[in-house]
């Protein structure tokens, strides 16, 4: 791949709030940190501080639970005006213009479209990120509601891909290519219905170049596909997305860094003209709440810092957070809005988006 520093960049600030709306799935995937949360399903009953994010009956896991020292367990967002305020809360302590719903599995909620529409009508553009599962049978009535964009996490191409990598009660190929046919029919009514998708990959290494290449040829024009670096990469997985990048003769035309979060990406251009990204993560610090955290920068820090996130506790408050590998650092909504770590996000995200900005002006100008 191009060295990202002979690109022309684009700076743009973090704006946008993760929200999980729901902990259900119909997947198990074995690397799966359910944005941090305990699997509710296989935790009631259990106190805080003995949650176990090991496959339960479910057979789902939480993969920095061990450590991360999460406090509660998340229940399904209704859409009410307890969530409507809770979006106007954060709004209005944090400049926030995208609200991005995850899980568990979005499409599974039953109230999705309402969300979408509830988080329009306070002026939020809305994304959300799912397995594809669902989509089919209630993206018509999100397109309708406002929904602006899916980003499809493929986690296999072909059902011995994804039987692969579930837990052993999903592992089983006939399941795993209803699943598929259940991604593709989300990504066709996606598509009928003008909501904008993508397909993120994750490429841990050499072996996962061929599910890239399978997605780019099947979905044609229809999905944007991006590359995501693995969290754990030692430089297999940057090795493989620039085999990929390769094999496509795809050339690079811009970087994009996120202000204020670690996603940065680089976009590329295939020779028919269609698009790809390559994601990575930016070694990016809360220069207090980070400092001195338990965690090594370099060995343990996986997602660095990637932005504001919300839940709902089970029987109790909204949450914000901003690790899922320090969930011990969530605070209420109440507490998040007028504590000093609100303000050191959004003070961080101006002082990156100023700086970075005059960091690459100034380089593209001595070029």
Do not use: W
């Not at 001195?292 to 504001?308: H, I, N, P």
Request: net charge positive; aromatic share 4%.
């Amino acid at each position: 791949m191009t060295e990202p520093n002979a690109l022309p960049v684009t700076v743009m600030q973090d704006r946008t709030l993760r929200v999980k709306i729901i902990d259900a799935c119909g997947l198990a995937c074995t690397f799966c940190h359910n944005e941090g949360t305990p699997v509710t399903t296989d935790n009631i009953g259990r106190p805080a501080g003995q949650f176990t994010g090991t496959p339960g009956r479910s057979g789902r896991v939480s993969i920095y639970l061990a450590t991360n020292g999460a406090g509660f367990l998340p229940e399904r967002i209704s859409a009410d005006e307890d969530f409507a305020l809770a979006l106007a809360a954060v709004r209005g302590s944090l400049p926030t213009t995208e609200v991005h719903f995850t899980g568990g599995e979005p499409t599974l909620h039953l109230e999705l479209p309402q969300l979408v529409r509830i988080a329009r009508r306070i002026g939020l553009t809305v994304g959300l990120t799912s397995n594809g599962e669902n989509g089919a049978a209630v993206l018509p009535e999100c397109a309708a509601a406002g929904l602006d964009r899916i980003n499809l996490s493929v986690f296999g191409t072909t059902p011995e891909e994804l039987a692969a990598v579930q837990a052993p009660r999903l592992a089983s190929s006939k399941l795993a290519q209803r699943k598929l046919d259940a991604l593709a029919a989300t990504i066709d009514s996606a598509s009928r219905h003008g909501v904008k998708v993508s397909a993120n990959i994750v490429i841990p290494d050499h072996d996962h170049v061929a599910r890239v290449l399978r997605v780019i040829e099947e979905h044609g024009r229809a999905v944007t596909v991006r590359m995501l670096v693995n969290l754990g990469d030692d430089g297999t997985s940057l090795a493989a997305m620039r085999e990929v990048v390769d094999r496509l003769g795809a050339v690079p035309v811009r970087r994009i860094v996120t202000a204020g979060a670690s996603d940065q990406r680089i976009r590329y251009r295939l020779p028919d003209g269609r698009t790809l990204y390559a994601k990575s993560i930016r070694p990016v610090r809360l220069p207090d709440t980070c400092a001195g955290c338990r965690f090594d920068e370099e060995r343990d820090c996986q997602e660095g810092y990637y932005g504001v996130r919300m839940y709902r506790a089970r029987n109790g408050p909204f949450m914000i957070g901003v690790c899922i590998q320090r969930m011990d650092l969530c605070l209420t909504l109440g507490e998040f809005v007028m504590s000093r770590r609100c303000a050191e996000v959004r003070t961080f995200r101006e002082e990156e988006t100023a700086r970075l900005t005059a960091l690459y002006a100034s380089a593209s100008a001595m070029r």
